[in-house]
């Protein structure tokens, strides 16, 4: 798949699961905005809605650009979008259960920060700072994680990893039965 939102089938896109390698490339950042990359977004939160997710990047449907968009509410008029986001401040700690749209039904518990303020550039390539606390925040960590290679499974203690031994053996011997 491309390294770009250009020249890809964007209706075709489909979320990623573990181990696919596309998860792991470092993204690239977005130098343009235009109707590919808006199309990109919208079906970025068709996917996201279908399996009631609250946040996705763009490595998560095999585009490796510095993007993901997310609905700490899930209410469909809560979108947000983050082209090239970047944390900028982290505060406080909170330890809650977490799961990935990558790792469908494994769920950890993951020590994070429990404020964190992003910046980043809207659809319309406005410039802008948001704070996040709890489950905001949590998004905002785990998103931009994405965005730079680090899965969910990096970030599982050891306990965590035994308990869903089983589920991502299932999900890597899915993977290498699935011709590519």
């Known amino acids: 798949m491309s390294e770009t939102w250009h020249d890809i ?22 130098t343009s905005i235009d109707g590919d990359l808006r199309r990109l977004v919208d ?4 996917l996201m809605f279908d399996v009631h997710g609250v946040g996705l990047a763009a490595p998560q449907v ?4 510095r993007l993901f968009v997310a609905c700490p509410t899930g209410e469909s008029d809560d979108r947000r979008v983050y082209i090239n986001p970047r944390i900028t ?3 406080g700690s909170q330890e809650g259960e977490e799961g990935c749209l990558s790792f469908p039904g494994i769920y950890s ?9 992003i910046e980043a550039h809207d659809i319309d390539g406005r410039a ?17 994680e994405h965005l ?3 899965l969910l ?3 599982m203690g050891t306990v965590s990893k035994l308990a869903n031994r089983r589920a991502l053996k299932e999900l890597e011997e899915k993977f290498a039965s699935t011709p590519r």
């Open 9 to 30: 089938d964007i209706p075709a896109l489909r979320i990623l699961r573990y181990p696919d390698p596309r998860l792991r490339k470092e993204c690239a950042p977005i």
């Open 43 to 46: 079906r970025m939160f068709e």
């Open 62 to 65: 095999g585009v490796t650009v």
């Open 89 to 91: 401040s982290l505060d």
């Open 109 to 117: 518990k993951i020590k994070r920060a429990d404020l964190a303020v």
């Open 128 to 144: 802008f700072e948001e704070t996040g606390q709890g489950l905001t925040a949590r998004i905002f960590q785990h998103e931009c």
């Open 148 to 150: 730079d290679g680090r």
């Open 153 to 155: 499974v990096d970030r």
